[in-house]
């Protein structure tokens, strides 16, 4: 059973269970849910168990300063080796079987790599910490700001205000990392402090205030004004209080996670479906989460692998702004530490990339999905324009569906070896292989035309091309712009040659026996999915050539057009293959095998599962 919004896909089993461990453990003594949630803003002290036994125990926490979880997993090896909770193992087997277990021992050992960052610093004053802290008088100050400073939210200068630093940016409070580390290794322009100006103008401000009101001269909040933390359009707080209820309905410790903007029958979203599969296939239905980022359409669910976990954001949070969203898939990277993160056309994650890219991908990798740019009027609006540069440093490789766009990018932005290297093309497996049967009786032909009614289908050519040829009956699929729609349905009533049947899930659904020809006359395109699928299952094609297009259909394989405003072309197309049928059968075929042996599923997966790839391993 799937529910969107806050949940997901469970087990019932996994349920029983953990409620039965929820309730040993919280009856042992040996869970302190205070000291568990110590410097972890995101976790409530009422969740606090439920996060220990999802998720604290495979991070190598403890549930309290009695009970060390690593010293026993490495004491008793054979419970390591059965990947079970320690605690709760200790409770129902060790203290039976005479097993000991021994306190959390604080460390005391500096990392020597910290040490220096910290020590370095300009961020940091050595005799201003000590002077602001006497009861470090005869310690080393960096030490003490690595093991106790930090952790009691002690600034480390003026300039780095610690518990500032935390409040404003929650990606470090996640991590658990020490703030200056952090912010030395990925934090460049960040700010640090509250500045000198604002200081002034909220001292002045609360001053006034106080004057006229005794609560707010009373209020401790305001005691220093350097922890105060700006307020955007929606508290963070919000976004906290959302998280609370997702982290609460994740069931898994996933190691891939996809980011998408919706889920509609489109090729963008066959393409995202087809990733979700293969990473199903590669590392199971549990490992993998599909992250719904801007809409809560699921039209096109039908297409995902039947139990995966999806999250739709839009139904979890519909309150946040699209900053708070951002926000909240940060903490959701942060918290889960996937292996692995695919956005395929999600804005949020595009500027998740762009705005926390370089600390994401100090535990994680991060791969996007580019499609054709899209030609509004002679603007350009794609996530290639807007975000490409600003990501492809931190992005491990950028999957692309064709060349042409690939070495445009290429050179456009004159990408450097070691940057064009990361973009790889990859090419989508077919979904219908079933071959069409030629239609037992021909009288008039009838020609299949199956896409969103969009100007870059060019509609406007395809209603040419209908009144060119009023001896071919055309049957179109598809809807989008309404005045499109209007324009075909007006179409419609005068011409006798012309059918609506409106949308269409896929090819698959499409009635492919009906027909001697498809029509495909889109102004740009990368590869499209539609078309691919119609190629693999035997009909002849009459296409424009755009994008990768050419590389699959020529003269040999069906009938590719260059000119892609000329209704003339396209229908003397269509005229030779009515009338030329047992060649336009024989170029099908070849077209047919030709797709079954450059887009096949194996092709697609193996693109996603080599070495630095989505599906592969760590390197």
Known sequence: MQKFGCAVIGSLTQRVRLALDYKI??????????????????????????????????????????????????????????????????????????????????????????????????????????????DVEGSDPVEHYLLHGAREGRAASERFDTQWYLARHSDV???????????????????TAMSTSLQETLRTNIADWSDADGEIRADPRLQNITTLNKNGSVPSVLVYAHWERIFSSLEDTYQRIVFVPWIKHSGAD???????????????????????????????????????SILVLPKAAPDLSHEDLVRLAEVLVFALRPEAI????????????????????????LFAMLFCRDDNNGSTATYADTHLIRTIEVLQRVYIDNTPFLEELVRAYRLPVTLSKKLTKLSPPPQHFEYRPARAEKRRMRVLWADGLTRQ???????????????????????????????????????????????????????????????????????????????????????????????????????CVGDLQDEAMYVASLRELWHGTPDALARAQRLRKAVLSTHSWPIFKQGLSGDSSFLGAIQ
């Open 25 to 134: 453990v919280s009856a042992s003594g040996l869970f302190d849910p205070d000291w568990y949630v110590k410097g972890q803003p995101t976790i409530s002290r009422e969740y606090a168990i439920w996060h220990y036994l999802r998720h604290g125990r495979r991070e190598g926490r403890s549930p309290s300063v009695k009970f060390d979880s690593n010293w026993y997993l490495g004491t008793y090896k054979d419970v390591a080796a059965r990947d079970i909770d320690p605690l709760v193992h200790f409770l129902r087997h060790g203290l039976r079987e005479g097993r000991q277990y021994r306190a959390v021992r604080e460390s005391t050992v500096v990392d020597s790599d910290e040490y220096a960052a910290i020590h370095n610093s300009s961020l940091f004053d050595h005799r201003w910490y000590l002077a602001r802290n006497p």
């Open 173 to 191: 409070y996640i991590s658990g990392r020490n703030p200056l580390v952090f912010h030395e290794r990925f934090g460049t322009g960040r700010e």
């Open 270 to 308: 066959m393409v995202a479906a087809n990733a979700v599969k293969a990473a199903v296939e590669s590392h199971g239905i549990d490992s993998v989460l599909l992250v719904v980022t801007d809409s809560p359409i699921l039209e096109g669910i039908d297409w995902l692998p039947r139990g995966v």
């Open 342 to 365: 695919l956005n395929i056309n999600s804005r949020i994650c595009w500027d998740l990339f762009a705005t926390k890219g370089k600390a994401l991908s100090s535990f994680t990798r």
């Open 457 to 559: 289908k060019n509609i406007v050519l395809l209603q040419r091309i209908i009144q060119l040829a009023p001896e071919i009956d055309f049957v179109i699929y598809g809807s989008g712009d309404e005045n499109y729609e209007t324009e075909l349905q007006l179409l419609e009533k005068r011409s006798e040659n012309v059918t609506l049947r409106g949308t269409f899930s896929g090819v698959a659904a499409l009635p492919l026996s009906e027909f001697d020809a498809f029509l495909f006359t889109s102004l740009w395109e990368g590869m499209p999915s539609t078309l691919v699928d119609i190629a693999a299952a035997g009909l002849p094609v009459v296409a424009s050539g755009v994008g990768d297009i050419p590389d699959l259909i020529d003269h040999t394989t069906s009938w």
